[in-house]
């Protein structure tokens, strides 16, 4: 079955602890992303990549880290978490092409105390 | 700066109805908008994708529509159902840096038995 799967689905962590999301595609799609949406403001992306080793900023990537070492993979990393990165995240992969659907993971609730 | 708007906020309607979902987008200079369902605590479903060039999709009881010049799109559910009960969100894939798919804040429908 073709899905965008991400772990863990639930996250309670302290300010500070590093942690990491992981996010795995099984479509061998190139482009990857991630997003947070928070209530009131909708889904933003925070960061994305076109293919392997190649990642980029979206709009929110303050306090993020990606890497992007297996087409796979896409780990969003918060090396040092703060109570404002409390949000539900998503990840999300397409074919590169520009009339390709996107295809988004079940989300992950962190919340940061 | 491209922005996505879905006016109302919420709608509630009798099962059987009809239901029409609003999309407004500021630049028309799209690649593609694409509409999805999210139900509360999960991930989001891809419902239907219209590529720029498209004036309309359909699938089964659903059809969504494209004006571009207008900067609208429109959802249609037929015969609507208490399983449609959901948030409904479009996003627009832009031509900027990224490639990225600006979203709308999301209609969330209640159907009523």
């Known amino acids: 079955e073709a899905q965008v799967t991400q772990n863990p689905r639930y996250l309670i962590t302290v300010t500070g602890k590093k942690l990491t999301v992981t996010c795995s595609q099984n479509?061998?799609?190139?482009?990857m992303s991630w997003y947070r949406q928070d209530p009131g403001l909708g889904l933003r992306q925070i960061y994305y990549s076109m293919n392997v080793e190649v990642t980029d900023k979206g709009d929110v990537p303050e306090g993020y880290k990606v890497s992007r070492k297996e087409k796979r993979n896409f780990p969003l990393i918060l090396e040092s978490p703060s109570p404002n990165q409390t949000s539900l995240y998503f990840c999300?992969?397409?074919?590169?092409?520009?009339?390709?659907?996107?295809?988004f993971g079940q989300g992950t609730r962190l919340t940061v105390v | 700066k491209q922005e996505v708007t879905q006016i109302p906020a919420a709608l509630s309607v009798p099962e059987g109805e009809n239901l029409v979902l609003n999309c407004s987008f500021t630049?028309?200079?799209?690649?593609?908008l694409q509409w999805f369902r999210q139900d509360p605590g999960k991930g989001l479903t891809s419902l239907l994708l219209?590529?720029?060039?498209?004036r309309e999709q359909t699938s089964g009881r659903l059809n969504a529509s494209l004006d571009k010049s207008s900067g609208r799109s429109t959802l249609y559910i037929a015969a609507s159902q208490p399983g449609d009960s959901a948030t409904y969100l479009c996003a627009a894939l832009v031509k900027a840096a990224g490639n990225k798919l600006t979203f709308g804040g999301g209609t969330r429908v209640l159907v009523k038995p």
């Open positions: 219209i590529q720029s060039s498209q």
């Open positions: 630049d028309s200079a799209i690649y593609n």
């Open positions: 999300a992969s397409r074919i590169q092409g520009l009339n390709t659907e996107a295809f």
């Open positions: 479509m061998n799609h190139e482009y």
